[in-house]
Nanobody, 130 residues
C-alpha cells in the first residue's frame, strides 16, 4: 500500500512563506522512483487544481500559472519526501493542499491533471490572511 502524509500547513499573513512536506511510504519501485509526484489544492466550493509537479529525477518541474515564480517543488529521493516551498503567499492561495502520486502505466493526462494521479494524501490546510 502507498501512503502519502502531508505536513507543514498553517496560517500566515499575505507575503509570508510556508514549506509543505509529503512523506511517501509503501511500494517505491512502481511509483515513487518511477513517476511524477505532484501537489494539488482545493478551496471550498472549487475544483481540485494542480499546483506543481516534479519528474522522478527531480530536475523537470511544472507549475500552474498562478504560482509560477512563487512556489518551488522539489524531492528528496533518499528520504522519499516531496516538498513545496511557497513564497509571497496571497489570500487566494488559501486551500487544502494535497500530495499526489501515480503508478507506471496509469492514464496520463498531463503533469497537473487530477486524472493522472491515483494516490492521494489527506491534505494539509494553508490559510493566508490579508
Amino acid at each position: 500500500q502507498v501512503q502519502l502524509v502531508e505536513s507543514g500547513g498553517g496560517s500566515v499573513q499575505a507575503g509570508g512563506s510556508l514549506t509543505l512536506s509529503c512523506a511517501y511510504s509503501g511500494s517505491t519501485y512502481n511509483t515513487y522512483f518511477s513517476n511524477w509526484m505532484a501537489w494539488f489544492r482545493q478551496a471550498p466550493g472549487k475544483e481540485r487544481e494542480g499546483v506543481a509537479a516534479i519528474k522522478p529525477g527531480g530536475i523537470t518541474t511544472f507549475y500552474a500559472d498562478s504560482v509560477t515564480g512563487r512556489f518551488t517543488v522539489s524531492r528528496n529521493n533518499v528520504n522519499n519526501t516531496v516538498y513545496l516551498q511557497m513564497n509571497s503567499l496571497k489570500p487566494e492561495d488559501t486551500s487544502m493542499y494535497y500530495c499526489a502520486a501515480r503508478r507506471v502505466g496509469d492514464a496520463w493526462e498531463g503533469p497537473l491533471a487530477r486524472a493522472s494521479y491515483n494516490y492521494w494524501g489527506q491534505g494539509t490546510q494553508v490559510t493566508v490572511s490579508s
